[in-house]
């Protein structure tokens, strides 16, 4: 079959003055009616079309799941594969649309393709109730002595409210007509029912996924066996077995190395084909959950209030998301990644909007240098300033243990040194202390006043013990540790009882971590615990795991 189609300028100029019977006809010439050949790289789904096989009982089959998911190849193969050619007409609407929602397209369409089949049935209604035209088709169906599949392809193009029509329609073929919906969103009929009377086939994004294996025959070099190792599992497991991110990453998997233009490939496609199109309040709700791993039911109802049901199953259907194990919710990597690219091509005032509450989120569960991150992101300095001094994190930014936080911290907190922020002194020391420059912190630090905020006060005392310690300021060094001690008062969230505060640093090559500091470039020293002699000892024993650094 040959498709026919009508240029979409021409089509919208010859119906803006058009009857609706008029209108719906070029709407017909907007639309595909052959069955789509398949890619050149085409990978058979067994376990895909196995779940298709069970459909030859049932009138109604309905396919969902975002772009790149491969549900028109998948059909096309189904319907190759099965022999069912002969039985099977195909739509893929198309066109502009203000034509697709007029209400006389559906049916027109249907004429075609049951034209196809070779069931004449009466020209298509212009508006008229369900009532009035669909006996004439589904009585034709019937006559036809046979059963018959009309897949309507990319059906969510298709605006016009055709509930009540397809509704009735297959009531009436009795059975001698499947209509299979292939769309990015369920079509608007009473699925409840359907499933009730259990007479409804759905597959979803998690239906389409590719396996393991069959991401190993798409990746494998040609000529070669596919070879599944744990290596494509991992590289399935970030794309989720979306197909179209495996299909544009397959060039990063042959060179072992992420990123470059397979990464600008996903982007764009993931943008302009699968966040773009989506409704605004969703976009929003997909920048502001992609900040976190995995998000709950909390974090999802404080970006989307009373839509949040609403939201999450959209994501589910338009976004790839999942529900964890634990119940949680969370995208796989390959579009978490792609929207937290996203996110941060947008405009400030919107990427605070959507950071601030998931920095809050993260605040609330610990993840405090995660939330610190999400409120610089979101310039939001004070809420950076309380988790600084308040939350004891200025340590961090003496820290490169942590190869996750530490460069990314430094950045985010450098706008601070600058500023009048009532951080800006302890991030000017902790940063000049990390470059090597203990006198320039000691300066920095001795600018802070006496009289300041006992948590302002500790985080100096500290940084002073830090310093003291690695200048060879034994004195000092014990004497700065024991004010920052005592300001703290109880242990704070970086602390143990019986043990000084948790401060780590490598300022030209020297090390501290846990709750020691360091003499030299190289060793890391771990204080003795507290409590058998009432004190601190000046005593110091080397800790194995850091002498070779």
């Known amino acids: 079959m040959k498709a026919t189609r009508l240029h979409p300028i021409a089509a919208t100029e010859s119906t803006a003055s058009a009857s609706p019977a008029t209108r719906a006809a070029d709407a017909v010439w907007a639309c595909r009616f052959d069955v789509p050949g398949l890619p050149r790289h085409h990978v058979h789904r067994q376990r895909a079309l196995e779940l298709l096989s069970r459909t030859d009982d049932v009138p109604l089959v309905v396919v969902t799941a975002p772009p790149g998911t491969g549900k028109t190849t998948l059909l096309a193969e189904w319907v190759k594969a099965e022999g069912r050619s002969g039985d099977t007409a195909w739509v893929t609407f198309d066109g502009p649309p203000d034509v697709l929602a007029q209400r006389g397209v559906f049916a027109a369409c249907l004429g075609r393709c049951l034209a196809d089949l070779g069931v004449d049935v009466a020209p298509g209604h212009d508006d008229r109730p369900s009532a009035a035209w669909v006996s004439s088709p589904a009585s034709a169906v019937v006559a036809a002595g046979r059963r018959l599949t009309i897949v309507l392809d990319d059906h969510h193009r298709l605006t016009a409210d055709v509930a009540d029509d397809v509704d009735l ?56 066996p596919p070879q599944p190792t744990a290596g494509v599992h991992d590289w399935n497991a970030y794309h989720g077995g979306w197909v179209a991110g495996l299909v544009l990453s397959r060039r990063s998997w042959h060179v072992g190395r992420p990123g470059g233009t397979a990464e600008s490939d996903v982007d764009d496609y993931f943008r302009h084909e699968v966040f773009d199109p989506l409704p605004v309040e969703l ?64 405009a400030p005032r919107q990427v605070s909007a959507v950071r601030l509450p998931a920095a809050a989120w993260l605040r609330r569960r610990g993840a ?63 940063l000049r202390l990390a470059d090597g420059d203990a006198l320039g912190c000691a300066q920095t630090l001795s600018s802070v006043p006496e009289d300041a905020d006992p948590a302002l006060r500790a985080c100096v005392t500290a940084l002073d013990a830090v310093r003291a310690r690695l200048t060879a300021d034994a004195d000092g060094a014990l004497a700065s540790a024991e004010a920052a001690q005592r300001d703290l008062g109880a242990p704070g969230p ?17 090390r501290c971590c846990g709750t020691g500091t360091s003499t030299s470039p190289g060793r890391c020293w771990r204080t003795r615990r507290r409590g058998r002699t009432g004190g601190h000892s000046p005593r110091c024993t080397p800790t194995a795991s850091h002498t070779s650094r």
Do not use: K, M
């Open 169 to 224: 329609l297959l009531r009436l073929t009795r059975g001698r007509l499947r209509l299979v919906f292939a769309g990015r969103r369920p079509p608007a009929l009473p699925l409840h029912r359907y499933r009730l009377e259990n007479t409804l086939v759905e597959l979803g994004a998690g239906d389409l996924a590719f396996d393991d294996g069959e991401a190993a025959t798409l990746l494998a070099t040609p000529g070669e």
């Open 283 to 346: 976009r929003r709700f997909l920048l502001g959950t992609c900040v976190v791993d995995a998000f709950d039911d909390e974090l999802a109802r404080e970006l989307a209030g009373p839509a949040t049901d609403r939201l999450v199953r959209l994501a589910e259907c338009s976004a790839f998301a999942t529900t964890t194990r634990t119940g949680d919710h969370a995208y796989p990597g390959v579009v978490r990644d792609a929207l937290r690219r996203e996110l941060e091509r947008g």
């Open 368 to 430: 405090l240098e995660r939330a610190l991150l999400e409120y610089a992101a979101a310039e939001a300095w004070d809420e950076v300033a309380g988790l600084l001094i308040d939350g004891q994190l200025v340590s961090r930014l003496l820290y490169e243990g942590d190869e996750r936080f530490a460069g990314p911290l430094r950045r985010a907190c450098e706008p601070l040194a600058g500023s009048e922020n009532r951080a800006a002194p302890v991030v000017r020391a902790a």
């Open 494 to 510: 970086s602390t143990r009882p019986g043990h000084s505060p948790h401060w780590c640093v490598s300022p030209a090559g020297s």
